[in-house]
């Protein structure tokens, strides 16, 4: 059974910075994806950033340019550092793995608020 485990959310200011880590509980190689998505009360889930097992990003317009999504050389962890955070960042994500199927974590609450 897959299992992606969130961590790194918490309550900022505007402006500041957070990182966000997803552990899965296999090689996250074996995935065509990994991605970070986030749901804001009252709005649908979005794509928030997304890498390939080759590597490749794709990220929001929203979040270019101060969100940036990587993964560590062994291959367990996906990150998603943010900064220059908003308060239109204030959401839950989501660390997801796609290949045949989808995986999602549970969720890990950003709320940036001065």
């Known amino acids: 059974q897959v299992q992606l485990v969130e961590s790194g959310g918490g309550l900022v200011q505007p402006g500041t910075s957070l990182r966000l880590s997803c552990i899965a509980s296999i090689s996250i190689f074996n995935f065509n994806t990994m991605g970070w998505y986030r749901q804001a009360p009252g709005k649908q889930r979005e794509l928030v950033a997304s890498?390939?097992?080759?590597?490749?990003?794709n990220y929001a317009d929203s979040v270019k340019g101060r969100f940036t999504i990587s993964r560590d050389s062994a291959g367990t962890t996906v990150y998603l550092q943010m900064n220059s955070l908003k308060p239109e960042d204030t959401a839950v994500y989501y660390c997801?793995?796609?290949?045949?199927?989808?995986?999602w974590g549970q969720g890990t609450q950003v709320t940036v608020s001065s």
């Open positions: 997801n793995a796609a290949r045949a199927f989808e995986y």
């Open positions: 890498i390939t097992s080759g590597g490749r990003t």
